[in-house]
């Protein structure tokens, strides 16, 4: 059987363009003389739909979207994943299924069996679950399908089982001779690999060839790299489409041969493709062409400011850059040798006459009151104003700039460098942001778009005289790899000292810094999602509350 893989970039609730799309992809499986073509969960209505999927409307146009598009398919057979009404009198209104199209109509559906409801994922507060497995016979093979979570309860790869049953197990023994998994699996550093050892351990396990077909694309926070692939009975991977772009392979059943897409090399150049394609996808489907960015000569809104230039072109990014009273005149030589490098317009619009208005308006009410991070945030919110002025006056969208781990101490500015429609890069630890700002360069012309300046100074924000970062907070090697147990490990204060050897009192300091912070995280922009625990949707913690470790 030749199995066509058609990983394709789809809109929540876009039903007209994301039926064109499969129509187009179904075409272009049917010319290759495909037997099958599998999309991804959720392809047709788009993921992920929250609470959409509560609205009876909603259910009923997807309803009425799939017969239209069983019509509308060419001849060849294609498993399709979308919504519908559950059917049931209890229990929740909708179900997640892969429907299987042939000659006009609706063959067979299947319903997701495991909604998981952690992280990101909110499925079992939406979704009624399937009952059973199911094995569908097509031209003499029988064809085990099953959604995303259904592979991920292997009781032989995992530690810990989540769900007491095993649908992958229970499909195959219901007679299911090739498994084929429709997904919406997000991005994460690392997981592209690990997901590929799940599937070959499921393939070797029951001894037939595994099929997996991922979303590919970025909605709202979360991005899918696609990376769809397929295994032989043996376990040996025989198709890999691309990462982080549209994609349709085959996957030949009776044949040896092996077809593997270039997969990203190494980790970074993986997490940088993520941010740009969540960057793109952000913009243009919230209905955005233009990105401004402020340019304040330092690492972060440099590496941004790359990020967004590989993502919607040159000329649809403006660089603002904003000098105030303690701004270096390196930085702002950088931000516009960052500029002319990437060839994006810069403007320049100094900060110190407004923010000297702002001192001389507030002199009798500071009157009794020395400097302090008061005046530091005056001039931050006096740059975040002026970005939005622009956002409104241009309609372009502001990208946030802040990092992973100054979001998680609150080393950020509420209405000042917060300000943005889209955090791209705060989810990126500083560290990291050095290694991704090298692999920008590097997949630049010459020495690179971002000056070797930004890379030797001292990071800062510049709102006092000589300051630096490190006079508020530990060296950024120690707080990233404390910030990383804390929050994607999930250990300790007194675990973390005594794996990391750091002493009690910094990580004291940093846990209860995160504790703190936690009101600013609330109101920050969305963040593109690309380590395992990304502060927004799936880290749900209050805002007013006394526990401290």
């Known amino acids: 059987m030749r199995i066509a893989l058609a990983q394709i970039n789809t809109t929540v609730g876009d039903f007209t363009g994301n039926v064109e799309r499969i129509v187009q992809f179904a075409a272009q499986a049917e010319r290759e003389r495909a037997s099958l073509v599998v999309f991804p969960e959720l392809a047709l209505c788009g993921y992920p739909p929250r609470d959409l999927v509560e609205r009876l409307d909603f259910l009923e146009r997807a309803e009425s979207e799939l017969q239209r598009l069983a019509q509308l398919l060419p001849p060849i057979p294609a498993l399709v994943g979308s919504v519908r009404k559950s059917g049931t009198s209890q229990g929740k209104s909708a179900a997640d ?45 029988r064809l085990g399908i099953t959604i995303c979570e259904d592979a991920w309860n292997d009781k032989h790869f995992w530690k810990r089982q989540l769900y007491p049953v095993d649908p992958v197990e229970e499909t195959v023994k219901a007679g ?54 397929a295994f032989s009975a043996r376990g040996e991977l025989r198709v890999r489409a691309k990462s982080f772009e549209e994609d349709l392979v085959i996957f030949d059943t009776a044949q040896e041969s092996v077809c593997l897409r270039p997969e990203p090399e190494p980790e970074t150049e993986a997490v940088y493709e993520a941010l740009v394609l969540g960057t793109r996808d952000y913009v243009s489907k919230c209905g955005f062409r233009k990105a401004i960015i402020g340019l ?22 403006l660089g603002v850059s904003m000098p105030g009273p303690h701004s270096s005149p390196g930085s702002v030589q950088d931000a516009r040798k960052l500029a002319a490098n ?157 794996r990391l050897h750091i002493e009690p009192a910094i990580v004291s300091d940093i846990v209860h810094r995160i504790a703190k912070a936690e009101y600013k995280r609330q109101q920050a922009a969305p963040v593109l999602k690309v380590t395992e625990k990304a502060f927004g949707m799936g880290r749900r913690f209050p805002i007013a509350n006394k526990y401290l470790e």
Not at 127 to 136: C, D, V
């Open 97 to 141: 299924v892969a429907a299987l199209l042939r000659r006009g109509r609706i063959e067979a559906d299947y319903v997701k069996r495991l909604l998981p409801f952690y992280d990101v994922f909110d499925e079992s507060r939406y979704f009624e679950p399937g009952s059973g497995p199911l094995a569908y016979s097509l031209d003499g093979e």
């Open 176 to 229: 299911g001779r090739i498994l084929i998994n429709i997904a919406a699996s997000p991005f994460a550093a690392g997981k592209i690999q690990m997901r590929q050892q799940m599937l070959s351990a499921l393939a070797i396990e029951h001894g037939v060839p595994v099929v997996y077909v991922n979303l590919v694309g970025g909605n709202d926070s979360l991005i899918f790299d696609g990376s769809s692939c």
């Open 296 to 317: 304040s000569g330092g690492i972060d809104s440099s590496l941004t400011a790359v990020i967004a230039v590989s993502a919607l072109g040159h000329e649809n990014v």
């Open 342 to 498: 990437l060839g994006i317009e810069l403007r320049v619009i100094p900060v110190t006459p407004i923010y000297d208005g702002y001192i001389s308006s507030l002199r009798e009410a500071f009157a009794r009151y020395a400097p302090d991070a008061t005046e530091e945030n005056i001039q931050a919110r006096i740059r975040g104003n002026i970005l939005m002025a622009l956002s409104n006056k241009y309609c372009g969208l502001v990208l946030s700039t802040g990092n992973k781990s100054e979001l998680a101490v609150g080393y950020c500015t509420l209405y000042g460098d917060m300000a943005g429609g889209l955090a791209v890069i705060a989810d990126v630890p500083k560290t990291m942001v050095y290694d991704l700002a090298r692999c920008a360069n590097e997949r630049g012309t010459g020495s690179g778009p971002i000056p070797q300046a930004c890379f030797d100074k001292p990071p800062s924000a510049e709102l006092r005289p000589n300051q630096t970062d490190q006079d508020t907070l530990p060296p950024y090697e120690i707080l990233d790899a404390v910030l990383r147990a804390y929050i994607e490990e999930r250990l300790s204060a007194q675990e973390i000292t005594e």
